[in-house]
């Protein structure tokens, strides 16, 4: 049980494109999902938690027009990466939990972004 | 804030021997400690968590013990095996707002 697929699992585009990833909790609804990112051999670092219906609490020198997150449903969360450039390469990566406190997250196989 | 401090940032141990891997937290009132396993080109799998009401947790070949008052925790695998090579990380959280803050990692490296 607890499984967490995000797609796509490699993307490389240009600069100046928009990216969206998505996250899917399969099998458990998610009222929380978070959205990380990871630098080479560096450890995780949350970029945002969403509520499903609300809108996302970014962490402090996240850019939330930069990267827009959207919780619409319990088992749907997307990242959209917009107008992405070279700095923005990296390894993304989303968990999702059942929502009350200390619940586990449970973690997607990440995405892998490379923009040329 | 929280912040986790996680040691050794590498390990090697032969394989049959135990690996143990350490981290402290600073704010006292976390709550939820779980750890991570990362292998390569995928994303964390949970391994096994505790919570500040037990002192020692076990799962078959992996253990977890928690010192509330030093503000310490630990994972300890028994038995090493070729598979358990991988990245591991620790993880704090509690203070209702579900974030977890993690240590910086400690790649375990088994050697047959």
């Known amino acids: 049980g607890a499984v967490v697929s995000q797609h796509p699992s490699r993307v490389i585009c240009k600069s100046g494109t928009s990216v969206k990833i998505e996250c899917r909790s399969l099998?458990?609804?998610?009222?929380?999902m978070f959205w990380y990112r990871q630098f080479p051999k560096q450890s995780l670092m949350l970029m945002a938690t969403?509520?499903?219906?609300?809108?996302?609490?970014?962490e402090q020198g996240v850019e939330k027009d930069k990267f827009l997150i959207n919780h619409a449903s319990l088992t749907l969360s997307t990242l959209t990466v917009t107008s992405a450039h070279p700095e923005d390469s990296s390894f993304y990566i989303c968990?999702?939990?059942?929502?009350?406190?200390?619940?586990?997250?449970?973690f997607g196989d990440g995405t892998r972004l490379s923009i040329l | 804030g929280e912040n986790v401090e996680q040691h050794p940032s590498t390990l090697s141990v032969q394989e049959g021997d135990s690996a143990v891997i350490k981290c402290t937290y600073s704010?006292?009132?976390?709550?939820?400690f779980p750890w991570y396993k990362q292998e390569l080109g995928k994303g964390p799998q949970l391994i096994i968590d505790?919570?500040?009401?037990?002192g020692e947790k076990k799962d078959q070949r992996i253990a977890v013990t928690l010192n509330k008052t030093a503000k310490h925790f630990s994972l300890h695998i028994t038995e090493t095996q070729p598979e358990d090579s991988a990245v591991y990380f620790c993880?704090?959280?509690?203070?209702?707002?579900?974030?977890?803050?993690f240590g910086q990692g400690t790649r375990l490296t088994i050697n047959p």
């Open positions: 099998d458990f609804q998610a009222t929380t």
């Open positions: 704010d006292s009132a976390s709550n939820y």
């Open positions: 505790i919570r500040s009401n037990v």
């Open positions: 993880a704090a959280g509690g203070r209702g707002a579900q974030k977890l803050v």
């Open positions: 968990s999702a939990s059942e929502g009350s406190v200390n619940q586990p997250q449970h």
């Open positions: 969403s509520n499903e219906g609300s809108k996302a609490t970014y």
